[in-house]
């Protein structure tokens, strides 16, 4: 069983900390990256971190890690409420997948509510701020123990 969760970013996210820090917070997708690695490290698991505006280029990283991976945290940005590419590569895989939203979906804007993702996804998390994607490495961890 692979080390690795891969953790992927959808569009825009690397504005994050930039731009509307009112809603996504102050800190950076670097900020996310290093505290996800720290926590990894300390779990004894590593992690691939990425980040695209491009939808095919989210599904290459999905299809490499598919199979060989502990896990896969998603925060697939707008894709999340459009993509039915991004679903049908997601359930072609064997391994868990935490959809993760840093804003709280369901008090936004109605087109926010709906999610092609989560029909594929392990578990959904959102509202938790930049700290859900701790959170998520740890679920994954968890569920990694349990296999
Ligand atoms: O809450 C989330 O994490 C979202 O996935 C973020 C997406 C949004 O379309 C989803 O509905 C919810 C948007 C990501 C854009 O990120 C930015 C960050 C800072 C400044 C501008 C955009």
Known sequence: MSDTILILNGPNLNLLGLR???????????DV????????????????????????QLIDWIHAYRIDAAGIVINPGAFTHTSIAILDALNACEVPIV??????????????HHSYVSLAATAVMAGFGIHGYELAVRHIAYLRGAR
Not at 22 to 29: A, F, N, P, W
Not at 37 to 52: D, Y
Not at 100 to 108: E, Q
Request: some cysteine; hydrophobic content about 30%; aromatic content about 6%.
């Open 99 to 112: 959809e993760c939203h840093i804003s709280n979906v369901h008090r936004r804007e109605d087109f926010r």
């Open 20 to 30: 509307e820090p009112h809603i996504y917070g102050h800190e950076t997708l670097a």
């Open 33 to 56: 990256e290093a505290r996800c690695r720290s926590l990894a490290t300390s779990l004894g698991l590593e992690i691939a971190f990425h980040q695209s505006n491009a939808e095919h």
